[in-house]
């Protein structure tokens, strides 16, 4: 893990470089284990032509996959668009390959440019999910584990940010719908409410992900996580993460709302005032989260001291 601690800390260029010798490695073995798979031999590499081919593949698909923008892209980020980037690298490679032996007239059996082509794609892309492993690997450790409850769009963009953030790792999914059950979303399963509990030893917070869910659902969900002892925390509402005002990663304590049920009734500020300005006023059951939200609202009409 000391190699990956310096490679956050060292510069851009010098990871491009390693990348860049990685991949060159990459290539090298793939050259020869594409003449082992068909030959059942090392022989090639006694022969001198062999090696003129492999000293122009190495720097025409190094350039491929600079042109490509692999060196571009975090390897954090590692996504379908890079797989695609680096398949038509190999693939180009590939192509001259069969060209130089045609042109050169080279003995070299057909099949060996489509085994290079091959193996190149899965040691470059191997190497970059090997990195992406370790590296999530060893950030996970240092992260609080949470489960999301809710795995629709939010839920899965709410995951992609906390894999990303450095505060916590979602051990698993939970969903009400049985279909979902089961399955795997970011390489996280998908559990029923019922599974809570077996992760209940190594987890202590549940995120709801159910920003378009109605205070009434919301309400009933909250009511049967309760006796899980888990804290229970909200991602923000649609309308203000698509206004701005919050951000998708932002989670908060379950609010007033969301345990009424129902759509909030503002206050009648005149009878409060009537009924507590310059009044005692004694709240029973502060410490819960209606009777705190009491205090705060009493606190603004200025009760007497």
């Known amino acids: 893990m000391e190699l990956f601690r310096y490679l956050e800390t060292t510069s851009r260029e010098r990871k491009i470089l390693l990348l860049i010798a990685l991949d060159s490695l990459c290539i090298f073995l793939a050259f020869w284990f594409s003449f082992y798979l068909r030959l059942d031999s090392f022989d090639a590499i006694l022969n001198l ?3 003129v081919l492999l000293a122009v593949l190495i720097p025409f698909t190094i350039i491929a996959l600079k042109k490509l923008r692999v060196y571009k892209s975090s390897i954090r980020t590692y996504s379908l668009r890079i797989i695609w980037q680096i398949l038509a690298s190999v693939s180009l490679s590939s192509l001259l390959f069969i060209a130089m032996l045609f042109l050169f007239n080279v003995s070299i059996h057909r099949t060996i440019p489509i085994l290079f082509g091959i193996l190149s794609f899965s ?15 060893s950030v ?15 839920g899965h963009e709410l995951a992609i940010a906390l894999i990303k953030g450095p505060m916590y790792d979602v051990v698993a999914f ?20 019922n599974d809570i509990a077996k992760h209940i030893p190594v987890v202590s917070k549940v995120l709801l992900a159910l920003p378009s869910v109605s205070l009434k659902r919301r309400k009933e969900i909250i009511s049967s996580l309760e006796p899980l002892k888990l804290q229970i925390l909200s991602i923000p ?27 909030p009734v503002a206050p009648h500020k005149e009878l409060m005032n009537a009924n507590i300005t310059d009044k005692v006023v004694m709240v029973t059951g502060a410490g819960g989260s209606i009777g705190s939200e009491l205090c705060r609202q009493i606190i603004t009409q200025a009760p007497k001291n």
């Open 237 to 263: 509402s649609m309308e203000d993460i698509i206004s701005g005002k919050s951000k998708l990663s932002e989670v908060k304590e379950v609010g007033l709302n969301d345990l009424l049920g129902r759509e």
């Open 174 to 193: 939970v969903d009400d719908d049985k279909e979902k059950q089961g399955t795997y979303v970011q390489g996280i399963k998908v559990l029923s409410v």
């Open 123 to 137: 040691y470059i892309s191997g190497v970059r999910f090997v990195a992406l492993f370790i590296h999530g690997h």
């Open 140 to 154: 996970r450790k240092g992260k609080e584990k949470v489960i999301v409850y809710g795995c629709g769009q939010s």
């Open 49 to 51: 032509n062999n090696w």
